[in-house]
């Protein structure tokens, strides 16, 4: 059986695709390991442009759950949990993504964050998107 901490994160993660999907994104796939620099959370597409130019973009997602009250101090808080080591291994993990799975070099890609914010309960208090949050 899981840890709480392992349960909790689970939570966050679940209602992050059920976001992501809502905005339109098709999920991929969850918690893509790179036993050498960690794991992407989600990786997910969505299709981007104007009614002649629509692009397909790969994102890569990470997902910051905490508990709080859902203020702006609390999403600061969770937001910082992606350091710049965090951020490197990110880049790193979705470049090698993307040579495992064969994705040509010619599909545009991102990395964003996802910060859930969940109530002592486990209630969802709020879900903040940050796109492209961190640069290739």
Avoid at 49 to 75: C, H, N, R, S, W
Avoid at 130 to 136: D, P, Q, R, T, Y
Wanted: charged share 30%.
């Amino acid at each position: 059986m899981p840890s709480q901490k392992r349960q909790f994160g689970d939570r966050g993660e679940f209602l992050a695709t059920e976001f992501l999907r809502e905005k339109g994104y098709k999920i991929i796939e969850r918690n893509y390991l790179c036993p050498k620099y960690g794991e992407i959370d989600i990786v997910a597409a969505k299709i981007e442009g104007a009614m002649f130019a629509k692009t397909a973009v790969l994102v890569f997602v990470e997902v910051k759950t905490i508990k709080g009250d859902g203020t702006d101090l609390t999403a600061a808080l969770a937001a910082q949990n992606v350091h710049y080591h965090k951020q490197q291994r990110l880049m790193r993990t979705a470049k090698i993504y993307l040579a495992d799975k064969r994705i040509p070099g010619s599909i545009p890609w991102r990395i964003d964050v996802i910060l859930v914010i969940l109530s002592e309960t486990g209630d969802l208090v709020k879900i903040e998107h940050l796109e492209n949050a961190v640069w290739k």
